[in-house]
């Protein structure tokens, strides 16, 4: 909920500009108060892309989301989207759609209200937030999807929209932002993480900010996220096809977790042994209409 506090996202940007610092940030925000003045100030600091996260349409995000005056945020995030839309900004939104087994069926409705309310997708766009369980020892019985369940999902929505970036796997070639020495996670008494999954466990704690900048408190937890499970060094994941695309061996942190901890999450892409579908949905929906190509 960062625009609680505009006016600390104010005077920190202020700071950044007096030292002349080149800022091109993004915001994660719920949209609640992203009002007008809010949408100003942003882009006053900055701001680049804002992430919206919502919990589905109006029934299923008002069961989640309220406040103890508005029992429809739906309804207000909306006012704020539609806001935005008519502002002339330099910046861009995605909306975030979380999404788990109690409304992962009306998504496909979801995605053809944002898409037909707001048609320039370079100005706002959508994309599911999928609420993945990735233990081997997961319960059936669980809110949250296993992979079974997300490629399932993706693979309908994708033959129901004609949208075939949905499923198949990104060109961009990626890893997880805690492997970069410049990336940390701060939670509000300065405290330093590498990755916002374990914010406030202070077993994962790496740093404090102090007067004097950033110490590094805990090295150990610190190299074991720089370097302590490389998927280039995996030989496991050396001979797999799905690395690089699989966003540079999965989750880093997962990673960790079963090498030293000896969890059993399953960091692996869900598209990792679903390659040849992937590649015949490609096949089927891409060019063929346009280019009057008939498959033999």
Known sequence: MP????????KITNRLLE????????????????????LELL?????KSIQLTIDGLAESHNRKKFTNTDNNTFNTIIENID???????????IVRVNIDRNNSSEYNDIFYFFTQRYPDEKKVSISPALIVEHSKNAH?????????????????????????????????????????LNCWIFDAKGNAYKCWEIIGNK??????LTEKGLVITNTKIYNRYLVGEDPFESSKCKECI????????????????????KKQFNYCTYFHDKLE?????????????DKKIIPQ
């Open 19 to 38: 030292k002349h610092f080149h800022i091109n940030a993004k915001i994660i925000t719920n949209g609640y108060y992203l009002t007008t003045e809010n």
């Open 43 to 47: 882009q006053h600091c900055g701001i």
């Open 3 to 10: 625009l609680l506090a505009p006016n600390v996202i104010k």
């Open 140 to 180: 059936r019985s669980s809110c949250m999807l296993d992979q079974v369940d997300r490629l399932a999902l993706l693979s309908r929505h994708a033959e129901a929209t004609n949208n075939k970036l949905a499923m198949y796997p990104s060109n961009a070639i990626t890893e997880c932002a805690v492997r970069n």
């Open 242 to 261: 799905s690395l690089p695309i699989c966003i540079g061996g999965g989750c880093p942190h997962k990673r960790i977790e079963n090498k030293f901890y």
């Open 83 to 93: 806001g935005f839309y008519k502002m002339n900004l330099d910046m861009q939104m």
């Open 277 to 289: 579908e992937y590649m015949m949905f490609q096949y089927e929906k891409k060019d063929f209409e």
């Open 203 to 208: 077993d994962y704690k790496v740093g404090e």
